[in-house]
C-alpha cells in the first residue's frame, strides 16, 4: 500500500509541475487533463504492441478502490476543508434557496434525470432496469463540491454566487448519497422503498449527521479553546475529521453532513472565539493544504481511471442527450427557486445562469459508480457517469470563468 501511494504521489506532482510550468490550466483541471491524455496514449499503445506498460499500469490501479478511498478516506477531509472557509453569516441568509438546492432539487434532479436516462436506454436498446436508472440519478445529481470550490472561487465569481453553489454543494451530496443507498437497496431488493422507510431513513441519516457534527464540533471547540497551542489546535481538527468521520459510519449517520456541520462550526464559532491569531493561520494553512493535495490526488485518479473503464462508442449517444437533461434539470431547479425567493431575497443578475453551468460534477458521482454492484448494466452505468463527469470538469469547468465574468460585466441587477 505504501508503494501505491509513493508512486501516485510522485505522479501527481510531477502531472502538477507540468501543469504550472508550461499548460497552465487551473490546477485540477490541468491535472486531471494530463493524466486523461496519459491514459488515451496508454491505451493507444497498446492496440499498437506496446501493451507491457498499460497492463502494469492496470494491475496497478487496480488496487485502488476508488470508492473506498474518495467516500471512507478522501471526503471526510475535502468535506472539512471546504466549510471550514465559508462565512456561517452569508449561508444563512440563503439559507432556503441552498436548503431548496440540496433537498428538493436533488430529488427532482433524480427522477428527472432517471426517467430520461430509462428512456434513452429503451430507445438505444440498452436494457437498463428504471429502479437502477433512478439510482443513476441520485449518483449523477449532486454537484461536487470537491470540483465546485476551487474552480468558482478561481473563476473570481462574487460572493454572494460563490455562498449559494458551494453551500448546495457541501450539502447536496450527502443528501443524494442518502438517496442512492435508499434506491439502491430497493433495486437489489435489500430495503423496502416505501415513503413511511424512506423518510425515516433519511432522517436518521441526515438528521443524525447534522447532529453528530453538532456534537463533535463543540466537543473540538471546547478542547480548542481551553488552550493556546497550535500544534495542539491542528491536532484537534485532524481527531475530529479522522475519528468524527469514522464514528459517524459506525452509528450509521451521513459522514459528509457530520463534516460539513462540523467544519461551519469550527470554521465560525471555533475561529472568533477559540483561536489566537497564530493558531488561525497555522489552522488555515494546514486545511488548505490537505485541500489543495487531495484534489490534485484526487482528478489524478479520475483521469486515469479511464484504463479500467470498459469503453464502447455507443456510450456516448446516451451519455451525450443526458447532459443536456441534467443541465435542463438544473436550469428548472435553480430558476424556479430563485423567481418565487427573489421577492424576499436579492439575486444578482445572472445568478441562475451561473449556478446552472457552474453545478460540476466530480469525483463523488463517479466513485458511487464504481460502488455499484456486479451487474449486467454496471459497466453502462459507469461509463456514462463517467462521460458525463468528463464534459462537467473540462467544458464547464473550463468556461465558467468565462460565464462569470460576462455577468458581472452586465450589470448587478436583480434576476
Not at 473506498?68 to 465559508?86: I, K, P, R
Amino acid at each position: 500500500m505504501l508503494e501505491i501511494a509513493a508512486i501516485f504521489i510522485t505522479i501527481t506532482a510531477l502531472f502538477a509541475w507540468f501543469n504550472y510550468r508550461f499548460i497552465k490550466l487551473p490546477a485540477t483541471i490541468g491535472v486531471m487533463f494530463i493524466s486523461l491524455v496519459t491514459s488515451v496514449l496508454l491505451i493507444a499503445s497498446s492496440h499498437l504492441g506496446f501493451d507491457a506498460i498499460t497492463d502494469w499500469a492496470e494491475a496497478w490501479l487496480g488496487q485502488i478502490n476508488f470508492n473506498a478511498l474518495l467516500m471512507d478516506g478522501m471526503l471526510s477531509f475535502l468535506l472539512f476543508a471546504g466549510a471550514l472557509h465559508v462565512d456561517f453569516h452569508q449561508l444563512k441568509r440563503y439559507r432556503y434557496s441552498i436548503g431548496l438546492l440540496a433537498t428538493a432539487g436533488v430529488l427532482i434532479s433524480t427522477v428527472a434525470i432517471g426517467s430520461a436516462a430509462w428512456w434513452l436506454f429503451r430507445t438505444f436498446h440498452i436494457g437498463v432496469p428504471y429502479l437502477y436508472c433512478l439510482v443513476f440519478g441520485a449518483l449523477i445529481s449532486p454537484t461536487d463540491p470537491i470540483a465546485v470550490l476551487g474552480i468558482m472561487r478561481s473563476a473570481g465569481a462574487p460572493e454572494d454566487m460563490e455562498i449559494k453553489i458551494v453551500g448546495e454543494s457541501l450539502f447536496n451530496d450527502g443528501v443524494a448519497v442518502v438517496v442512492f443507498t435508499m434506491l439502491l437497496g430497493a433495486a437489489t431488493a435489500t430495503e423496502a422503498l416505501t415513503v413511511t422507510h424512506s423518510a425515516m431513513l433519511f432522517l436518521e441519516e441526515a438528521g443524525g449527521g447534522m447532529l453528530l457534527g453538532l456534537v463533535m464540533g463543540y466537543v473540538a471547540y471546547r478542547l480548542m479553546k481551553s488552550i493556546d497551542q497550535y500544534q495542539i489546535e491542528v491536532l484537534v481538527t485532524l481527531a475530529l475529521v479522522l475519528g468524527g468521520y469514522t464514528l459517524a459510519t459506525h452509528l450509521q449517520v451521513s459522514g459528509p453532513i457530520s463534516m460539513v456541520i462540523a467544519g461551519l462550526f469550527i470554521g465560525n464559532r471555533g475561529r472568533e472565539y477559540a483561536m489566537s491569531d497564530t493558531t488561525r493561520r497555522y489552522v488555515d494553512g494546514f486545511w488548505e493544504l490537505i485541500d489543495e493535495i487531495l484534489n490534485a490526488v484526487l482528478f489524478v485518479l479520475i483521469g486515469l481511471e479511464l484504463l479500467l473503464i470498459p469503453f464502447e462508442w455507443s456510450y456516448l449517444i446516451v451519455a451525450g442527450p443526458v447532459i443536456g437533461v441534467i443541465l435542463l434539470t438544473r436550469l428548472a431547479t435553480i430558476g424556479l427557486p430563485i423567481v418565487v425567493l427573489s421577492r424576499w431575497v436579492h439575486f444578482r443578475h445572472g445568478t441562475t445562469r451561473v449556478l446552472t453551468w457552474g453545478g460540476l460534477r466530480g469525483g463523488i458521482s463517479v466513485a458511487l459508480a464504481l460502488g455499484l454492484p456486479e451487474s449486467d448494466y454496471r459497466n453502462t452505468l459507469v461509463m456514462v457517469t463517467y462521460l458525463i463527469v468528463l464534459f462537467s470538469i473540462l467544458v464547464q469547468g473550463l468556461t465558467i470563468g468565462g460565464v462569470v465574468q460576462r455577468v458581472l460585466a452586465q450589470g448587478s441587477d436583480p434576476s
